[in-house]
């Protein structure tokens, strides 16, 4: 059986309020015989009568008194819907949707946002934080405009390599750090879906496994690493701007040669078709902070 026409319901609409099929197709400006079939097409659509047609004017049946307030709802949210379509997009337009790695999102985020201010229009902003692998994967699916994600500095990897478009906006220093009397042998590492690993095993890996050092804990967060280092458990390398106060105050301390200490780069990537005005500015307001 054919799906019901919402026209039908507009159809049963004008006869329950006359109760008279020659007024209703008119009303409806069509011939009686073709209102009249159209009425009956809803009514063997639903299987059973709407209107007692024994009586002039024709009266609702107990199913149809029980129709008319659903369709008068239903008719109601359908013409809603074009303008509240184009309310989500022009909300959706108007957000910028960003993702950027955990680490990034706690330390670097909030300053650089307040700094961008002046250069572009303030707007909501969506922001998904996650392992890069993820953020990545959003950024390619288009899920999100930008990721804002470490690099090793003049490397071309991930993003980068595949032609993303994206800016250099900031530095920062992956650093081996260890407390006093941990382990030398004794690794904290990332897991594979972390960028800032995918930063160590690409610069060091093999120097690394030949010095004999030792996983003995793994995790995608580098504020678990940095828990785990300052309680003595071994040597982790964590962006200098998340162990600056642990530095400086002795908690933690450099490690290994000066080699080990690798310079990166904040980097913001971005879709590389046309975005909205509002992301567009963004971008070019980024650019002009980055100078």
């Not at 239903?74 to 379509?85: D, M, Q, S, T």
């Not at 991930?158 to 993303?164: E, M, N, T």
């Not at 962006?239 to 690798?262: I, K, T």
């Not at 975005?275 to 002009?288: D, P, Q, S």
Request: aromatic content about 6%; some cysteine; glycine content about 8%.
């Amino acid at each position: 059986m054919p799906g019901m026409n919402l026209t039908w319901l507009e159809d049963f609409l004008a006869l329950a309020a006359s109760g008279n099929f020659s007024r209703a197709a008119e009303d409806r400006h069509m011939t009686q015989p073709a209102f009249s079939r159209r009425i009956r097409a809803l009514e063997e659509w639903l299987a059973l009568d709407l209107f007692d047609r024994s009586s002039q004017p024709a009266r609702l049946t107990a199913a149809g008194a029980w129709l008319r307030p659903q369709a008068q709802e239903l008719l109601a949210r359908v013409a809603r819907i074009p303008a509240e379509a184009r309310a989500v997009a022009q909300a959706n337009a108007a957000t910028l949707r960003l993702a950027a790695t955990h680490a990034l999102s706690s330390t670097f985020l909030p300053g650089w946002l307040q700094a961008l201010e002046p250069h572009t229009a303030r707007g909501p902003i969506r922001l998904l934080s996650d392992v890069l692998q993820h953020c990545e994967t959003l950024l390619l699916q288009r899920q999100v405009q930008f990721v804002i994600a470490h690099a090793l500095a003049g490397a071309h990897d991930g993003l980068h390599a595949a032609g993303v478009p994206s800016l250099a906006i900031g530095t920062d220093d992956l650093l081996p750090v260890r407390a006093a009397g941990a382990p030398q042998h004794a690794l904290l590492g990332f897991s594979d879906e972390s960028g800032l690993g995918r930063i160590l095993r690409g610069a060091l890996g093999p120097e690394l496994a030949a010095a004999g050092l030792q996983p003995v804990f793994t995790a995608h967060l580098a504020s678990v690493l940095k828990s785990m280092a300052l309680e003595g458990r071994g040597l982790a390398w964590l962006p200098r701007s998340l162990v600056r106060e642990e530095l400086a105050a002795g908690r933690l301390q450099l490690a290994g040669p000066p080699h080990w200490q690798l310079p990166v780069e904040v980097r913001l990537y971005r879709d590389p078709a046309p975005l909205g005005a509002h992301a567009e500015a963004f971008w070019k307001a980024a650019g002009v902070l980055a100078r």
